[in-house]
Each structure stands twice: as structure tokens, then as C-alpha cells.
């Protein structure tokens, strides 16, 4: 019986042509878990694939090291696509890849972090395109599910706060197919509307349940809307790219319900506040005002001319005063002096003289004799005494000799 004797070379071939011909390991994909993973210096990655019932040798060469966005290690789970070989040399198979993933989680967190990327390279996350919040908002629009405990969370807190701020709901499907193209519409439909701000969430979840908020499409919608948005999606720890466009992100959706809404009391509190703030910057402006109001009043009167005419009146009476006092004085003192000279004339008197027994003598001139040179014998003399005058001749003159 003859029988075909092949080398282990040739069947080697054989089974790798076989593998080559095979369409489906041409490009297949399989997932496990990464195991003996190795980053050699050539720059090619040889690990291994496992699950509970086998394992399978695989290596990324360097040309394809572009299809890996992570640093892939020990444990991860991963979708690995390429294609399976044989290498000859060992006769054993493996797959070559092409591309590799992280498996469910770890592939969506890729994606969020590579849109996050994205979008903040394109200036959507900036602080200058942020809107502010308004503060007394009176309507408030919520893209929600309608059965959700997120839109009860808001409905309590916002009737607590102020029962007077209308809420109007879009119901929208936030987890699953089609769930980011509601939240669109919905906050499409009250950008139009016109209400004050727009809350956008939903309660918490996994990464998948949130995914809708992950979608670009939600990103733009509310990048380009013209009503300011607060985003709640999930529980404080969740983040979301809607989170990181929207103007403000609330940690929960009550969290959001207690911005959004102002309470009504503290407003009030707050309006009494200014009130008396403002009765008190009045009363200060108006006292102010008066004072200057005052003090020009009697710049103007001090300044008019009536005013300058009573300066002057009062003046000149000051001075008429003064003149008629001084000259009141000047005539006491001349009176004063007049009456000591007349005393004084008095006590020299020669009438006061002439009681005491004395005479006064003039020659036939007139004149007053003083010494008896002024004279001769022959000559006449008048001698007034007291009571009268007594004409003489002089007969003899005698002279005193010292």
C-alpha cells in the first residue's frame, strides 16, 4: 500500500495556505483577556488571548501600532481584529492583529475621552462661551424621562423653593437606541419656546446608561443653544460630555432644581434688605443735600446785595458809633482842660490880684508899667485898683539900688 510522506516543512505550508484561503481568518475578531503581554524593543507587542477554556498566542507589529489608542496590560479585556497564520518556523498559529479594543466599558471610555478631546480642542468647553445663569428665572425647561426619579427629584425641590416658577418638561428617552436624538429635539423644542433655562439629565447609572449624554450630536445641541443649560446627568461622581459644554453642571438633578429656582423666601428676605438699604442711602443723599442745599443758601445770602447793603448799613453805624463816642470824648477832654485853664487864668487873674490889694499901672500909652525906668517925673499914670481907676502925675521916681 503506497502512501504520501510529506516533511514538517511542507505541511506546514500546506496548513498555512489553508489558513490564507480561509475568509474568515483573514479578518476575525475575538475577545479575551490579555495575558504574558510584552512591549519589545523592535517596537512589536506579543501577548496572549485567554478565557476559561483555552488560549491563543497573538502579536501587533509595529506598522500597526497605530490601531492601538491604550496602553494595553495584564487583565484588560479586549476585542482584538486581525488576521490567523501559521508560523511555519513553529508550525504553530496565531493571530497577527490589527487593531485592538477594550472590551464593553473600557471601548466607551475610549470614546469619551477621545470625543472629550476633540470638542475641547475645538473651543467647546471655553469659559467664554459659557451663559450665566439667570438668577430669578421664571420658567424652566427639563429634557428628562417623564417617569424618572430625576424629574420628581426637581419637581420636589423647585416646589419647596418657589411654587411660583412654571416647569415645563420634554419628555425625552435618555438610556438606549435613539435616546440622544429626544434629548436633541428636546432641547431644540424649548430653545424656541423661549423659557429662562434648561436643565438636562437624568438619574444615575453605568457608563452605557449615560451614554446618550456622551453623543456629539447632544454636545453640539447645546453648545448652539441659545437658553442657558444646566446639565444633571447621574450622581455627583458621573461626568459626561454634556457636563462639559453645558453652561453650568449641577451634581445631581436636584442639585440643578435648587440653582435653577430661587427661593422665593430668601427673595423676599433679600427685597426687604435692599428696601432698607435703600432707605438708608436716601435718607443720607437727601440729608446730604440739604446740607449742601443749606450752606449754598447762605453763600447766596451772604452774597446778595441786600445783605451786602445791611453789611455796609451795619458798618456804618459801627462807624458812627465809634466817630461820635471819640468826639464825645475829645469834648470831655477839651471841657476838661478848659475848666483847669479857666482855674489856672482864674488863680492869675490880676482882677484876683488886685482884691488882695495889689494895682495895675499903664503909662499915658496904655502900656503896663513893670519898673520904674519905663517912666520919669512929669509923666501921667493910670492905677486901676479893685473898684476903680486913679489918674496921677508922677512927681519922683526912685530907683532900687542892689
Not at 186 to 202: F, H, K, M, P
Not at 247 to 268: G, H, K, N, W
Not at 349 to 377: H, Q, T
Request: aromatic share 8%; with cysteine; hydrophobic share 40%.
Amino acid at each position: 500500500m503506497n502512501k504520501n510522506i510529506y516533511s514538517v516543512a511542507q505541511l506546514n505550508k500546506y496548513v498555512k495556505n489553508m489558513f490564507a484561503q480561509d475568509f474568515m481568518l483573514n479578518h476575525i475578531s475575538i475577545k479575551g483577556e490579555v495575558s504574558n503581554c510584552k512591549y519589545h524593543s523592535t517596537g512589536h507587542i506579543y501577548f496572549t488571548l485567554k478565557d476559561q477554556s483555552g488560549t491563543l498566542s497573538c502579536v501587533m507589529f509595529r506598522g500597526n501600532r497605530s490601531g492601538l489608542n491604550f496602553q494595553m496590560k495584564e487583565g484588560d479585556k479586549v476585542i482584538v481584529t486581525g488576521n490567523v497564520d501559521v508560523y511555519e518556523k513553529t508550525g504553530s498559529y496565531q493571530l497577527y492583529a490589527k487593531e485592538i479594543q477594550l472590551d464593553g466599558a473600557g471601548n466607551l471610555y475610549l470614546q469619551f475621552e477621545a470625543l472629550k478631546k476633540q470638542l475641547q480642542e475645538m473651543g467647546m468647553f471655553a469659559e467664554e462661551y459659557k451663559q450665566p445663569i439667570p438668577k430669578y428665572a421664571r420658567t424652566v425647561g427639563i429634557v428628562t424621562a417623564k417617569t424618572g426619579a430625576a424629574i420628581q427629584d426637581i419637581r420636589n425641590v423647585a416646589s419647596r423653593r418657589n411654587p411660583g416658577v412654571q416647569l415645563i418638561l420634554y419628555p425625552a428617552t435618555v438610556q438606549g437606541e435613539g435616546a440622544a436624538e429626544t434629548i436633541v429635539a428636546g432641547i431644540e423644542a424649548l430653545d424656541r419656546y423661549g423659557v429662562d433655562v434648561i436643565i438636562v439629565g437624568r438619574g444615575g447609572g453605568s457608563i452605557e446608561d449615560l451614554w446618550a449624554f456622551n453623543e456629539e450630536i447632544v454636545a453640539r445641541a447645546i453648545f448652539e443653544c441659545k437658553t442657558p443649560i444646566v446639565s444633571a446627568v447621574g450622581h455627583e461622581v458621573d461626568w459626561t460630555i454634556a457636563d462639559y459644554v453645558s453652561d453650568y453642571r449641577a451634581p445631581t438633578p436636584s442639585a440643578a432644581a435648587e440653582i435653577c429656582v430661587f427661593e422665593l423666601a430668601l427673595a423676599q428676605q433679600n427685597l426687604m434688605q435692599y428696601q432698607i438699604r435703600m432707605e438708608r442711602v436716601l435718607r443720607h443723599h437727601i440729608s446730604t443735600i440739604r446740607e449742601k442745599l443749606l450752606f449754598h443758601s447762605k453763600r447766596i445770602t451772604l452774597l446778595s446785595p441786600q445783605h451786602k447793603m445791611q453789611e455796609m448799613a451795619r458798618r456804618l453805624s459801627d462807624l458812627y458809633d465809634k466817630m461820635r463816642y471819640s468826639i464825645e470824648n475829645r469834648f470831655k477832654d477839651r471841657r476838661n482842660r478848659l475848666m483847669l485853664l479857666a482855674k489856672s487864668l482864674e488863680s492869675n487873674s490880676p482882677l484876683r490880684k488886685m482884691e488882695s490889694g495889689f494895682a495895675y499901672v499903664e503909662d499915658a500909652k496904655e502900656r503896663r508899667l513893670v519898673s520904674v525906668s519905663d517912666v520919669k517925673k512929669g509923666d501921667t499914670l493910670a492905677i486901676h485898683l479893685k473898684d476903680g481907676k486913679i489918674d496921677a502925675t508922677i512927681d519922683e521916681v526912685t530907683i532900687k539900688h542892689e
